[in-house]
């Protein structure tokens, strides 16, 4: 697509219940992370998909956290048993994967997760 | 691990006048360096990075960051700010000896006012 495509913008969910973020990078990007923004707070980085290796897990918080990515372009991060504070802007971003280009990152505008 | 620090959370200013908006990393040998903007309601993009060579570099809407390895530091400045600069600042960090994370400092709100 045109750009980096996150599904659901909202989404507002009771403590305890999983949650499914999806991200449809742009075509032609191999490259593609996850990062959460909390209010005030910087961004921080989730997780890293680059093609075919295995991606790069050092970020997520804690075992309720896994993300996929199938067939090298749809992701999904799934957050099991949510928590309050796991209620931030989930953001997805999509690069080359190699070359200048890697170094510029397109981000989606992120699925906000509220956790009551 | 490498760190980004953006000293100011918010920075207030009056329209036309001259802005820098601070950005500090903990010392690489070889780094990338970002500045994202964040508009109201909208997600982020690129302003402008430093790969290599000149160490000044410049945005189409003239911001520009200056690459000071010395103070490990990539400031953002503008000499005249317009209220659509109305944002928040992201200032990014890739080292090259550490894979391919995107570090991301905590974000500076520029808040222009007429």
């Known amino acids: 697509g045109a750009g980096v495509s996150q599904s659901p913008s909202n989404k507002v969910t009771e403590k305890g219940k999983d949650v499914e973020l999806r991200c449809d990078p742009i075509?032609?990007?191999?490259?593609l992370y996850w990062y959460r923004q909390s209010l005030g707070q910087g961004l921080e980085f989730l997780i890293y998909?680059?093609?075919?290796?295995?991606?790069?897990k050092s970020g997520l918080p804690s075992d309720r956290f896994s993300a996929e990515r199938t067939g090298g372009s749809v992701s999904t991060l799934t957050i099991q048993r949510t928590q309050q504070e796991d209620s931030a802007v989930y953001l997805c971003?999509?690069?080359?994967?190699?070359?200048?280009?890697?170094?510029?990152?397109?981000f989606g505008a992120g699925s906000r997760l509220t956790v009551l | 691990a490498q760190s980004v620090t953006q000293l100011d959370s918010q920075v207030p200013v009056f329209e036309e006048a001259p802005v820098e908006l601070r950005c500090n990393y903990s010392?690489?040998?070889?780094?990338?360096l970002f500045w994202y903007v964040q508009y109201p309601n909208q997600g982020l993009q690129l302003l402008l990075k430093y790969l290599s060579g000149s160490t000044l570099v410049e945005s189409i809407n003239g911001f520009e960051a200056e690459f000071n390895k010395s103070q490990t530091s990539f400031h953002l400045r503008k000499p005249s700010v317009h209220i659509s600069d109305t944002a928040e600042y992201f200032c990014a960090v890739r080292d090259n000896n550490a894979g391919n994370m995107l570090t991301f400092g905590g974000g500076t709100r520029l808040m222009v006012k007429p």
């Open positions: 998909f680059q093609g075919n290796s295995a991606p790069d």
């Open positions: 010392s690489s040998v070889s780094v990338y």
């Open positions: 971003a999509s690069s080359l994967g190699q070359g200048f280009g890697a170094n510029v990152l397109t």
């Open positions: 075509s032609g990007h191999t490259a």
